[in-house]
């Protein structure tokens, strides 16, 4: 017995999250952008008023660069006067990540600043390689001015945020239950971060912060830091999700179970104009139409994100014990969104599906997000010519 005893305390000691948890990818100084293709042309998947440029164009535009402080910045044009082209489409970015991550990954981003104006719609996000049938995660998104960040998730139908729970088991405020990309114009099931300064320019303010993603069986857990209240362990080689209380979004598997809606996962880092979210909750105190803006440079000095690093681990487990001890998701009743029937979260993934009605990951039959990304760049020529469409 005794023996036996020696050696479990020790293992815990140098183990405390889980022996197998690995720093899978580590994006920061100068291989930041080593790691991840460039996606280019018009999003017709996610359409708004931007034309994301291919790596060869950014060799010039410069739209994603490492600053002089060591952090990768990632923005949208704010030189390019745009005024003589009525369809104009300002140049972004939009690249994803050339792995994928697997069930079991704790994703832990740090940013000084993301983008933020009236007419911006920047988003930090994971897609399975085809959508909705192997998910999506959406970890920093929001709008135009806001100053709180919004969580989602979108599916196929049966994934849901739980309706009521007998114990807290996040901090946000729950907007929406159902995941499902055909409820409410493929609105996801969104929580709202607590903190008014996880998003915009309160955000900056203070100097950013961490959002960390835990995804393993158990469900999906995020947490937003703000800068100061950042837990010692996060950005180190053995981040322990254990102690970082409850988190601010959290979607059990109880009633979402992972294996069934979520495969394998890119990240995405890109930067919309209006389209759906912002043009759809466009407003005051931003002027006018969404669309008056995009011309004019001067509107997107502040739609840039300043990411300190990404640090990707696999082989994690879910040590929190923060799991809601019942909860009824039963699908049908509608939730009270506060951001209306118009707004959305929605980000779809340049991916193609058919109408199936199987809520199991679909055959991998679709085309790549490498095939996908190249058939963009042949078709962004179009992109230009429908551009006015947009
Ligand atoms: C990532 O993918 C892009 C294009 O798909 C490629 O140019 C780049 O070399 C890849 N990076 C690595 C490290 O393989
Ligand atoms: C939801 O996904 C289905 C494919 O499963 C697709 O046909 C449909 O257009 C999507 N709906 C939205 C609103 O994105
Ligand atoms: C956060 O901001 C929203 C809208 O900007 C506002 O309604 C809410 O009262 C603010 N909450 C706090 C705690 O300041
Ligand atoms: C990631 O790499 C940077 C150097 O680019 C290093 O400073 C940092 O400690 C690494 N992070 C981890 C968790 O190992
Ligand atoms: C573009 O935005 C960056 C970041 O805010 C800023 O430093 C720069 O001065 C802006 N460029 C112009 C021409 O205003």
Redesign the pocket.
Known sequence: MRPTLVFLSFSTLIFPVSAEITLFQNYSGSTFFDRWTFFSGADLKTPGNVLYISEQQNNDLKLAFLNEAGNAII?VD??TDGSADPNYGRASIKISSNDSIPLGSLIIMDAVHLPFGCSVWPAFWTSGQVWPDQGEIDMVENVNLQTANQYSLHTLQGCQHPQSLADPIETGQFISSDCFNQTNGNEGCVVRDPSNNSFGSAFAKNGGGVFATLWTSVGIKIWFFQRGSIPADIGTPSPNPSAWGTPSANYPASSCPMSQFFGAQTLIFNIQLCGQFAGGTYGPPCQGQCTDLIQH??N???A?FEIKYVNVFTGVEDNTNITPSSSSASGGSSSTSASGKTSSSSTGAPSQTSGSSSNAAMPNVYPSLELMALSMAITSTIGVLFSGAL
């Open positions: 923005k704010n030189t440079p001067e997107y000095n502040d840039y």
